[in-house]
């Protein structure tokens, strides 16, 4: 049994593939509270199924483009159940799930862009063709700057409809749909590492430098 999930935007989501498709898919109500919701999430879907984690086989996780926070959650959680179950661990790149999951339910019949929330107005890109194969991204642009008549999949093309008016296919990715994209080995496999575009919004500050106690500037060591 693959369990996959996704952490890349607000919402979490998180699906079973029994090897043939996906029996069970879920998705949190509340944004940006990733922490508190992966693990309940995961505990309802295997309780839906009447499984327990010892069934599991392998495990797929979104990689990303998004926020560094969400991501660091769903990865790490990734990383943390491979290592206590001894399982395998994909990733894959978000916006490539979302473009297999456009093509296949027909929503583009032509070359086209995955456009996601970066937030600080601006958004995640990567352009696509026809059958779903990523040709150049992903990035992070100002949505003026990335600004095409092509039809766009997912969540930028609503925010930013003066960018892309051409909106078509999901919004925010499937976990489901990464189960499938997994299972089938429908976009690159990738370890699983966080895609980050830029730099996180909270840094360390750097580390104080020790005075010497013999310093004469500083007198005498107390």
């Known amino acids: 049994m693959l369990l996959a999930f996704d952490t890349a935007t607000p919402l979490v989501t998180a699906a079973l593939h029994d090897g043939e498709d996906v029996v069970a898919e879920r998705t949190s109500t509340q944004p940006m509270k990733h922490g508190e919701q992966l693990a309940p999430l995961i505990e309802a879907l295997l309780h839906d199924r009447g499984l327990v984690r010892q069934d599991l086989t ?16 769903g990865l790490v959680t990734a990383r943390t159940l491979a290592l206590a179950l001894e399982l395998p661990v ?17 929503a583009v019949h032509e070359d086209f862009v ?17 059958d779903g194969a990523r040709l150049v991204g992903p990035d992070v642009l100002k949505p003026a700057d990335a600004a095409t008549a092509a039809p766009v999949v997912g969540e930028g093309a609503l925010l930013y409809p ?5 909106a078509v296919g999901p919004a925010r990715p499937s976990a489901g749909w990464l189960a499938r994209v997994v299972a089938e080995e429908r976009a690159e496999l990738l370890d699983p590492e966080p ?28």
């Open 58 to 73: 392998a495990i797929a996780v979104g990689v990303g483009p998004g926020p560094f926070t969400g991501l660091r959650v």
């Open 90 to 106: 994909y990733g894959v790149c978000t916006l490539d799930v979302l473009a297999i999951e456009a093509v296949d339910t027909g």
């Open 114 to 130: 995955v456009a996601t929330d970066a937030r600080r107005k601006e958004v995640y890109l990567a352009s696509y063709d026809a």
């Open 162 to 166: 003066e960018a892309f008016p051409h």
């Open 195 to 222: 895609l980050y575009l830029r730099r996180p919004d909270a840094v360390v500050n750097a580390a104080r430098k020790q005075v010497l106690a013999d310093d004469p500037s500083r007198g005498p060591a107390r």
